[in-house]
C-alpha cells in the first residue's frame, strides 16, 4: 500500500509562488508516473502535471511555463513549483501516483481513473 501526504499548500496573492510537496510511503518501487492534479468547487478533477518513471514531464496547458513538476527519489518526494499564480490557480491540489508500467516512459494524458494512489488533498488560494 501506498500513502502520499501533500503539504505546502496556503493562501497567496496573484503573482505569487508556492511549493507544494508530496511525501510518498509504504512501496519500495518507484511508481511508473506520479502527477499533480487539481479540482476546484463545482468542478471536476484536472490534471497539472505529470513525470513519467523516465523523468519526461508534462504540463497542462494552463500551467506551462508557470509550474515546475520535480522530484527527489532520495526522499520519495515529489515537489510542485507554481510561480506568476492567479486566481484561476486555487483548487484542493492532491498528488498521485500509478504503477502501470505502459507509463513509464511518457505519461502525459494519463486519464486520472488510472492513478492508484491519492494524497488527501492541500488547498491552494490565490486572491487578486
Known amino acids: 500500500q501506498v500513502q502520499l501526504v501533500e503539504s505546502g499548500g496556503g493562501s497567496v496573492q496573484s503573482g505569487g509562488s508556492l511549493r507544494l510537496s508530496c511525501a510518498a510511503s509504504?512501496?519500495?518501487?518507484?511508481?511508473?508516473?506520479m502527477g499533480w492534479f487539481r479540482q476546484a468547487p463545482g468542478k471536476e478533477r484536472e490534471g497539472v502535471g505529470v513525470?513519467?518513471?523516465?523523468?519526461?514531464?508534462t504540463y497542462a496547458d494552463s500551467v506551462k511555463g508557470r509550474f515546475t513538476i520535480s522530484q527527489d527519489n532520495a526522499k520519495n518526494t515529489l515537489y510542485l513549483e507554481m510561480n506568476s499564480l492567479i486566481p484561476e490557480d486555487s483548487a484542493m491540489y492532491y498528488c498521485?501516483?500509478?504503477?502501470?508500467?505502459?507509463?513509464?516512459?511518457?505519461?502525459?494524458?494519463?486519464?486520472?481513473?488510472?492513478?492508484?494512489?491519492w494524497g488527501q488533498g492541500t488547498q491552494v488560494t490565490v486572491s487578486s
Open positions: 509504504g512501496y519500495t518501487y518507484r511508481s511508473a508516473c
Open positions: 513525470i513519467a518513471g523516465s523523468g519526461t514531464t
Open positions: 498521485a501516483a500509478t504503477y502501470r508500467a505502459t507509463y513509464y516512459y511518457t505519461c502525459g494524458g494519463a486519464p486520472v481513473a488510472d492513478f492508484t494512489y
